[in-house]
């Protein structure tokens, strides 16, 4: 059974950096699988961040690409994300989900964790 | 901004037929791409609720179906239950952003 659990900071101060940890379990990062992170602000919907594969090629939302880094840690099996220059409203339950590589679809998701950026 | 549109909201009394659709420009609606649907419970990630456009994955009941045709797809919920209450989600590729989008969200309320 795949899962994936995310870690890191509950609270970040503006102007900061948002820094995010997806430990995969049940599959192996350099499957031919993307990894990818959504978020989703309170009472909002869901919104696309980017992915990355295991040779580390990355694809991110138009929106966020200057602010965004996905990198991926194979001795670790987990990959990361970084959002610099975070406002409030960049607070969201942030989630990390695959994205099957021969399935094409969002499948397993992690359970979500929330990241409130405030002072 | 999501280039996907869902209606707000639908509701229905249990027994009921409800269904949710999920528009898009050609760019996103082409032959090549498929819509993917996703359940989101109160407090809960998301969860896979149909793949390719019509296909529901091991233990999601049969109540629950899509279709896909030109510029929009469709999930209808047969039989609406009181734990079909949630957040819905279509879910497509986009050529034009290169990347993935979801739809605006749309809130079932079982009455």
């Known amino acids: 059974q795949v899962q994936l659990q995310e870690s890191g900071p509950g609270l970040v101060k503006p102007s900061g950096t948002l820094s995010l940890t997806c430990a995969v379990s049940g599959d192996s990062i350099s499957s031919t699988n993307w990894w990818n992170w959504v978020r989703q602000p309170p009472g909002k919907g869901l ?18 690409r200057s602010r965004v880094t996905i990198s991926v840690d194979k001795s670790k099996n987990q990959f990361s994300l970084r959002l610099n220059s975070v406002t409030a409203a960049d607070t969201a339950v942030y989630y990390c989900v695959r994205w099957g590589g021969d399935t094409n679809w969002f499948d397993p998701w992690g359970q979500g964790t929330l990241v409130t950026v405030s002072s | 901004q999501s280039v996907l549109t869902q209606p ?10 409800v269904t949710i659709s999920c528009t898009g420009s050609s760019s996103i609606f082409g032959a090549r791409f498929d819509v993917h649907w996703y359940q989101q419970l109160q407090g809960a990630a998301p969860k896979l609720l149909i793949f390719r456009n019509t296909n529901r994955p091991s233990g999601v009941p049969d109540r629950f179906s899509g279709s896909k045709s030109g510029t929009s797809a469709s999930l209808a919920i047969s039989g609406l239950q009181a734990e079909d209450g949630a957040d819905y989600y279509c879910q497509s ?12 969200g749309t809130k079932v309320t079982v009455l």
Do not use: C, K
């Open chain 1, 47 to 64: 919104e696309w961040i980017g992915e990355i594969d295991h040779s580390g090629r990355t694809n991110y939302n138009p929106s966020l």
């Open chain 2, 93 to 104: 590729y986009a050529t034009s952003l290169s990347g993935h989008v979801f739809g605006t």
């Open chain 2, 8 to 17: 707000p909201s639908v509701s229905g009394a249990p027994g009921q037929r």
